[in-house]
Structure formats: structure tokens, C-alpha cells
């Protein structure tokens, strides 16, 4: 016989308490003889030996029941019964479930739930007998088999169990159940058995709830309580979100992490940033009991290039959820390609928007004619912008279309000097699913506009304008424009709902197809 909490068994001792209680008060009587009474001490002698084996019995089973409890607690399991079967002879097969989700990590007077489930795993394992069979699974939300088919060797199961490690995931335990059940209905063994190592988390039997599992006659499942006792501390860091996810510009970037109190009382956390491996400071958050806390964090970044954040929390009883990682890039150079029809005698529109002053941005345009963009080798730009492009030779198109399979970025402002059935029939089938036409022309007194009403704030090309004090696009007016007859990816509309701007993917790259022109001949946006 073994027991799996052996410390209990000092509760044994406690069997003679009712014993001492006895002793301790039990009444001396001064005995004085009567001779008129002594007929009658003959007659209830016999019944008072009576009362003293009663007695006696009452008290050794008082005993009985102190020690026998003490026992019980400490959970004895016979070896002769080969993993608890109730034959000594016939063979067994068994699974063990091992419950690997994240909540196993808490930890408790130096232990995780997860070592005291690997412990009670080998106590059992360690009853075993020769003929037997075991498996194992590894559960959260799905189940992983380790072995394909039941092993005999205990030492190679041993080996499997201390090996398990620990999972990012939650706990649902049917679809492990399920697998069980499955594999011991096709065993011939006498005695199957199925045991469960978990912290009794509910979520994990939440969906047993929506109907049982059968397992058919002769099976026995066995749960094993590997959990803490108490409330303990567990603050979770759920989330670490960019500001703007489109960092153009060296300097400061924000982000916002999101903090939740798990635990039943208010606690004050420690909250550590590291970028690039650099620490970069630490805030106090005070969070109140069962309650979440967002917190701004600013750093600042010099070097172009990708960059690694870590924002982590001081530990506690569950350190699995007390950190998070996000990367951004800030760019060095964008060298941008600007092609018309023909090129422009001064800067225009488009060209001082990129570079204000040279030198102060990190955007390197420059201008061409339609004309030398054979002589243009493409690999030196990361965007090729068609600025009221007529049309283009076929192998302009090509070298264009390889450029954005490969993950460059095409933007295209389409003017009334546009070919649309260039455009419909030869370059946007190639990259994009919008097609283009005619829309009303200007009026001469300029009485007719549209005003741009939406603009999709949450994509980084417009992120910037959520700020009304960093630019108003609503205000401009556009007197003329073309008419898009694609409705996906659409960033932003004109007031009539036609599109303005529309966003498609295409190989790697990516494709902006703007229904104006960005030179001030059909609108005041520019400006």
C-alpha cells in the first residue's frame, strides 16, 4: 500500500484522543458496603458488566473512526490491485490526462500546480505492473497525443510526463475525454481506467456540461486535484497595442498596454519596459480587486530599422500572462518615384507634401516623364506613384506589375486625361479589381463639389487625420472626379458615397488607386 498525501497519516495520532478523554473523566466512586443491599448488588452486577462492554465497544469505535479518517485523507491506494483494479491478476489499461493549459503555472509555497500534478502522475504510475498498458495525453483546449499507441514501458511514460511542458492555452477537457474513452473501448483489458491530473479550473468542464461523455461499462475515471487553496494573486497583462502602427517619423512612439486584476484585492503592480533589450523604465499601477487598467507607455527611437518592445509585470502566483511582445519598423529612406506625362518645370504638389525640405524627411522623391520610366530601374524605389498617367507600353506594364508581385507599392491618381479603357482593359486587371469611368464633369463657375465625408481612421493612411488639429480633409472641395465601380477596400468616399481612395493587394505588394488627381486641377485638396 501506498499513500499519495503520506503527511496525513500523522493524524493517526489522533485515534487516542477519545481514549485520553476517557481517562481524564472518568468518575472515582468511594464504594460503602450495606449488607440490607447485597441480594441486590448480585442482580445489577450482571448489568452493570453489561454497561461496561457497551461502553468499551462505543469507545474503541470512536477511535476507529479518528484513525480510519486520518487515513482516508491520506488517500492510500493497494498495489495489489494493479492501478486500482479490483483483480491483482488482470491486466490494465490506463490514459493519463495530463491538464498542460496556462492556469497549471500558478504557483504556491514554491511549487506550480503543474509539478504537483507530474508528481501525483508518477505516484500512480509507480503501481504499474508488468502486462499492463498506459497513454498520454496532454490537454487544454485540444488534445495531443504522445504516444500513437499504448506503451508498456513506465520509465519511457515517466520520461513523457517529467518532459510535458506547459501550454499558452485554456482548458476544455472533452475533446481529451473523448480520445480516451476511444482508446480503451477498443482494449481487451479487464480494467481500463482513465486519470486526470488538473487544477479543477471550471472552465475546463464547462463543455461537459452540454451533454456527458459514454464511456461504456468497465471504465473508471480517476481526478486528481493538483490546484491551490486560497485566493491567490494573478495580474494578467492582456494587451499591448501601437498608437499608430504607421511609425513614419524617428522620434516618439506610444503604446497602451491593457492591465486586469484577477485577484479578489486591490494590488499595486510593477510595470517593466524593454526595447531592444534595453530597460527603459518601470511604472507603478495601482489595480483596483477584479478590475482592468489601461496605461500610456512612450519611448524614444532613433535608429531606422525593426525594433523589439517587452512590457512585463512583477511576478506573481500565474506568470504566464504577465507579459507582452509587439515589433514595429521605422524606415530609413523611401525613395519614391514620382512619374507624369511629362516632367514638371517645378515642384509640385505631391513632391513637396513628401519633402518639405530636404534633408528633414525620410521620404526621397523624385520626378520622371513617362517617357524615362524604361531607364528606371525599379529595385531602387519602394513606391512607384502614376501622377495623371495617360497610359503606359505594355512593357511598362509588365515591369510595373512585377514590381508590385514582388512588394513594391504602385499609387495611381487618375485624372480627366486619363485612359480608361487603358486602364479598365490593360494595367487594373493585373492588380486591382476597381474599374474606372467618366464621372461629371466641372462646371465652369465651380458651383458643383463634392466634399470627402468618411475616411477610414483606423488605417494608417488616414490614422494621422483622426486629430482634426493635424488636418481636416472634410473641408476640401472636388469639383471633378472619376467614377469607381469597385466597392471593396474602400479608405475613404466622396459625399455622393463614390469611392475616393481604394486599397488592393497584389503578389506582396500593394495597390492605392486615388479618383482625383493631386495637382489642383479638379479640386482644392492640395491646398
Known amino acids: 500500500m501506498t499513500f499519495l498525501n503520506p503527511l496525513f497519516l500523522l493524524g493517526v495520532t489522533a485515534g487516542i484522543i477519545p481514549f485520553l478523554i476517557h481517562l481524564l473523566y472518568r468518575r472515582r466512586l468511594k464504594v460503602i458496603e450495606f449488607s440490607s443491599l447485597e441480594f441486590l448488588k448480585r442482580i445489577e452486577g450482571r448489568k452493570t458488566r453489561w454497561f461496561r462492554i457497551r461502553e468499551m465497544l462505543l469507545l474503541i469505535l470512536r477511535c476507529l473512526a479518528v484513525v480510519l479518517l486520518a487515513i482516508a485523507i491520506s488517500r492510500p491506494i493497494l498495489k495489489s490491485t494493479s492501478f486500482g483494479s479490483l483483480s491483482s491478476h488482470a491486466r490494465a489499461s490506463s490514459v493519463f490526462i495530463l491538464d498542460n493549459s496556462y492556469s497549471m503555472g500558478r504557483v504556491g509555497k514554491g511549487k506550480s500546480s503543474f509539478s504537483r500534478a ?127 502602427p504607421l511609425i513614419f517619423e524617428r522620434g516618439r512612439v506610444e503604446c497602451i498596454a491593457t492591465l486586469r486584476n484577477y485577484s479578489p484585492r486591490d494590488v499595486n503592480v510593477s510595470l517593466h519596459s524593454r526595447l ?8 507603478e499601477v495601482p489595480i483596483p480587486a477584479t478590475s482592468s487598467r489601461t496605461v500610456e507607455l512612450a519611448f524614444s527611437v532613433e535608429e531606422p530599422g525593426l525594433h523589439h518592445l517587452r512590457v512585463e509585470i512583477g511576478r506573481d502566483d500565474l506568470t504566464a500572462d504577465n ?59 519602394s513606391v512607384i506613384a502614376l501622377l495623371g498617367v495617360s497610359s503606359l507600353t505594355s512593357a511598362d506594364v509588365l515591369r510595373l506589375t512585377n514590381f508590385v508581385q514582388k512588394g513594391g507599392g504602385l499609387f495611381m491618381a487618375l485624372g480627366p486625361s ?23 464633369p466641372a462646371t465652369k463657375d465651380k458651383t458643383f463639389f463634392l466634399r470627402i465625408t468618411y475616411s477610414d481612421y483606423t488605417h494608417p493612411v488616414f490614422s494621422q487625420f483622426k486629430d482634426k488639429d493635424k488636418g481636416d480633409l472634410s473641408i476640401a472641395r472636388v469639383y471633378n472626379r472619376l467614377v469607381c465601380t469597385g466597392t471593396s477596400g474602400v479608405i475613404a468616399r466622396f459625399s455622393d458615397g463614390t469611392p475616393f481612395i481604394i486599397e488592393s493587394s497584389a503578389g506582396k505588394g500593394k495597390v492605392f488607386l486615388s479618383t482625383i488627381p493631386l495637382d489642383g486641377s479638379s479640386s482644392d485638396l492640395p491646398l
Not at 188 to 217: A, C, P, W
Open 276 to 283: 531592444d533589450g534595453r530597460e527603459m523604465g518601470v511604472k
Open 323 to 381: 507579459y507582452r511582445f509587439t515589433s514595429f519598423g521605422i524606415p530609413g529612406e523611401i525613395k519614391v518615384a514620382l512619374i507624369s506625362d511629362r516632367r514638371p518645370t517645378k515642384r509640385g504638389y505631391v513632391e513637396t507634401a513628401l519633402s518639405p525640405q530636404k534633408g528633414l524627411s525620410m521620404f526621397n522623391p523624385k520626378t520622371f516623364s513617362k517617357g524615362e520610366l524604361p531607364s528606371i530601374d525599379l529595385k531602387d524605389y
Open 118 to 244: 507530474k508528481t501525483t502522475a508518477e505516484e500512480i504510475l509507480k503501481l504499474m505492473d508488468k502486462g499492463d498498458e498506459a497513454s498520454l495525453i496532454l490537454a487544454s483546449d485540444i488534445s495531443r497525443l504522445v504516444f500513437e499507441n499504448p506503451v508498456h514501458d513506465k520509465h519511457l511514460l515517466r520520461s513523457a510526463i517529467m518532459d510535458a511542458e506547459l501550454s499558452a492555452r485554456y482548458t476544455d477537457f472533452r475533446p481529451s475525454l473523448e480520445i480516451a474513452m476511444t482508446m480503451l473501448q477498443g482494449s481487451r483489458n479487464l480494467n481500463r481506467e482513465v486519470y486526470l491530473f488538473t487544477d479543477m479550473q471550471r472552465s475546463g468542464f464547462e463543455s461537459l456540461s452540454r451533454g456527458g461523455i459514454h464511456g461504456g461499462k468497465g471504465k473508471r475515471l480517476y481526478v486528481f486535484d493538483s490546484g491551490m487553496t486560497g485566493d491567490g494573486l494573478n495580474v494578467a497583462l492582456e494587451a499591448l497595442v501601437l498608437t499608430d
Open 418 to 440: 486619363a485612359d480608361i479603357h487603358f486602364y479598365n482593359s490593360v494595367l487594373l486587371p493585373k492588380l486591382s479589381s476597381a474599374r474606372v469611368r467618366q464621372g461629371q
